[in-house]
């Protein structure tokens, strides 16, 4: 089944929603910009400081994509509870970087499958497999990603 990406119109940033159920989570990220950078939305959620450090770097025209994950989440409910967390981190609508909500429960390999084609995850702690091999970036050091390849 094809996924369904959907960004708020004529606007480069901001959070899409995935609403399809492909056989891979990395096929569904047709959409992401050169660099692809992953993050826990329940961590965003808690810790706006993380967004607004990395919105300080890769604004709505930055190549980045920041892939927010929340496997078997309510994305309705979760978007409510992201756009508290850009008001929280001072991002007007006009200041949001691109980012891409992906709530489909996805599998070990899926999840694998998603970090080889990251760039890196923004977090303030180091994590499990198979996503512990990215290198991970919190608010101090997310600058540092705007000049890595």
Known sequence: MEAALHRRPARPGGVRRDAGDRAGAADQL??????????????????????????????????????????????????????????????TDEDLPDMLLLTKTVSYWDLAALARRAAGRLSAHAEEPPLDALPYYDAESVSSLASSP
Do not use: H
């Open 30 to 91: 047709p959409e992401l910009r050169s660099r692809a950078i992953l993050a826990d939305a329940e961590e965003i959620i808690a810790t706006p400081e993380l967004l607004r450090a990395y919105g300080a770097v890769f604004g709505p025209d930055g190549e980045a994509t920041l892939v927010l994950l929340a496997p078997g989440a309510d994305d309705g409910a979760l978007v409510g509870r992201l756009r508290a967390t850009f008001d929280a981190a001072g991002l």
